[in-house]
């Protein structure tokens, strides 16, 4: 459904010169760095998968769908998506998917939803039969009759994510893309939003691809993550197994007595520090929880004590912060 | 053909949402009006001030400058130079243009069928009750042959058609300097001069009239208006259209390339 091989985008972003002689100076020569937003990333994604495509803010998550939708051209390497080239065959691609900016909306901001819908309608050249069965279901679902007559400017972003996924689907897209659905969304919102993405994919065998800073999101919906961090691949492959990977550590949090200028164990690393509070990551392969916490009590005086095995969040963030933890980058399943 | 006049239909429907969407404001917009004579009367006392101090006969009577005033009044909301900006001119500033590249539409024509809603819009709330009032108060000329008006009305289609045409090519610059302020402004200034939006170009000295001959701005305004006051007559009426159409399609033609070029070097501002 989605091939990606080893697919690259350099920016070239420009520096502008302040003041009067330095625009006058952008004219003849302009300063320029090169950001590599995407590095080299290959993966593929099978018809009905959810994937969630997760990583920090910049990783370049967002850069890699504007590519699998044709909005960006890439630098180096190849996407397909459903057979087509998105960049080359844009309008070919756009009939074939649906795309959900969470922070922007698709609707025509002046216009009631319905006839936001109207106009897709026509744009997509869905038939009556369908337009009408697929109107239905979305309300049905998402409740979109509360606020079919309303113009999108005044809806809650609540409603107007609803409105936005509801019209990406309308011409029943082989491949849903959703970037940050649930952003600023209440629990019950989220919660519907998830139960919708779950029964499309079901019942229509949608494929979707995710990216979310929400965990919760990606423990909901996605068996399978792609994590990307600086730009590169840094894993792929079920949830669950990533957490098994990574659930060999442990994180230990001391509250010491006082500041102690070295607090270094062996066999345990410092992930962060804060006054006299402290945490550990350790491998209880290496190290046992009572054998840390034995030598910790040898060398220093404590006031609190306390061990956490990493939910989701604290595993990524392991992940994000440090490479070297993980997988051998663009390991697969 | 069939795709054709499909794709002539998703257009139409484009142009007409886009009209719809401004009739919300239509109250806000009356008000509007005021700016309008406000305008309209600066110019028409500065002109018979000229007039009066300098009796000698002019190329055009006092009564069709007012005309021609007039006329500029009713028709420049129309183009999206001097009236408010359609939202497609920032959506290249703000990156939103990737919303419309994710759907099955030609940006090009998206954009001008939103515009032609738009001047619709302005033609119907503002330029016609602008034109109504003015008869009641001014010695406004109207043509006496149809033929007259039925020239005017394709010439004048053709003036807004150019202005858009403009409009894409200079802000799709912005692929490549993101900021358009510099260019358009620039453009603004050389378009509001050479379409003869401040002095008609039958009163310009005769070097600089040349000039502006062989520019396309006259088209704008200087083309339709002339020929509403029957100053272009005959075979030269043709000849004054035909060079609104080669203009057209070169614009068109230099914006879709500028277009085509700058997707595929496209920064998305913000992510």
């Keep these: ?333 | 053909m069939r795709s054709l006049c499909f794709a002539f239909q998703v257009y139409l429907a484009f142009a007409k949402k886009s009209f719809q969407r401004r009739m919300q404001y239509r109250v806000a917009n009356l008000a509007g009006l005021t700016t309008n004579f406000f305008f309209l009367l600066v110019h028409i006392f500065v002109y018979t001030a000229f007039y009066a101090a300098r009796p000698a006969p002019q190329p055009l009577s006092l009564d069709e400058i007012i005309t021609y005033f007039v006329l500029c009044q009713v028709s420049f909301m129309l183009m999206p130079f001097w009236g408010t900006r359609s939202e497609v001119t920032s959506a290249i500033k703000d990156g939103s243009v990737a919303l419309q590249l994710t759907k099955p539409v030609d940006f090009q024509a998206y954009w001008f069928a939103d515009e032609c809603g738009r001047a619709l819009y302005y033609l119907l709330m503002r330029g016609l009750p602008t034109f109504l009032i003015s008869l009641l108060f001014f010695k406004v000329t109207i043509p006496q042959q149809p033929t007259v008006f039925m020239a005017f009305t394709v010439s004048m289609i053709l003036a807004v058609f150019m202005s858009n045409a403009i409009t894409i090519t200079i802000f799709s610059s912005g692929f490549w300097t993101l900021d358009t302020t510099g260019i358009s402004g620039m453009s603004y200034s050389i378009i509001t001069l050479f379409s003869g939006m401040l002095v008609p170009i039958a009163l310009w000295p005769e070097w600089l009239a040349h000039i502006a001959r062989w520019l396309p701005f006259e088209g704008l305004i200087d083309i339709p208006f002339s020929i509403y006051l029957g100053k272009i007559t005959g075979i030269a009426v043709w000849i004054a259209i035909g060079k609104q159409m080669v203009w057209n399609l070169f614009f068109i033609g230099l914006g879709r390339l500028f277009l085509t070029r700058g997707f595929s070097r496209l920064v998305i501002q913000g992510g």
């Excluded at chain 1, 795309?99 to 009631?112: A, I, T």
């Excluded at chain 1, 629990?187 to 979310?212: G, H, P, S, Y």
């Excluded at chain 1, 990977?245 to 164990?265: K, W």
Aim: some cysteine; proline content about 4%.
């Design chain 1, 1 to 333: 459904m989605i091939e990606v091989d080893n697919l690259s985008k350099i920016f070239k972003i420009y520096h502008h010169r302040k003041g009067f002689f330095g625009s006058f100076a952008n004219l003849f020569s302009r300063k320029h760095r090169i950001v590599q937003a995407v590095d080299k990333v290959s993966f593929t994604v099978k018809r009905g998968e959810i994937v969630g495509y997760l990583g920090p803010n910049g990783a370049g998550k967002s850069t890699t769908i504007k590519m699998l939708t044709g909005i960006l051209v890439p630098t180096s390497g190849s996407v397909t998506v459903n057979g087509y080239i998105p960049h080359r065959q844009r309008k070919e691609n756009a009939k074939h998917i649906g795309v959900v900016f969470g922070q922007r909306s698709h609707l025509w901001f002046d216009l009631p939803v319905q006839e936001s819908f109207e106009l897709l309608q026509r744009i997509y050249r869905i038939p009556e039969t369908q337009y009408r069965y697929n109107v239905e279901m979305f309300d049905e679902l998402l409740s979109l009759g509360d606020f079919f007559q309303t113009p999108v400017r005044q809806l809650s972003l609540g409603q107007r994510m609803r409105a936005d996924i509801a019209a990406a689907l309308l011409h029943n897209p082989d491949i849903l893309f959703l970037d940050e659905p649930t952003i600023g969304l209440d629990v019950v919102a989220k919660a519907r939003i998830r139960q919708f993405i779950q029964k499309i994919n079901a019942e229509r065998q949608v494929t979707i691809v995710l990216t979310t800073h929400d965990l919760d999101d990606v423990e909901k919906l996605c068996k399978r993550v792609i994590l990307i961090d600086n730009a590169r691949l840094c894993f792929d492959g079920e949830l669950a197994r990533l957490r098994r990977l990574l659930s060999t550590e442990r994180l230990l949090t001391v509250d010491y007595a006082e500041v102690y200028p070295d607090i270094s164990i062996p066999s345990a690393h410092v992930t962060y520090q804060e006054g006299a509070r402290v945490q550990y990551r350790f491998s209880p392969e290496e190290i046992s929880t009572a054998d840390l916490i034995g030598a910790i009590l040898q060398k220093f005086k404590i006031i609190d004590i306390s061990v956490q095995e990493p939910d989701i969040e604290e595993l990524i963030k392991t992940v994000y912060e440090d490479n070297s933890l993980i997988l051998p980058c663009g390991e697969t399943t």
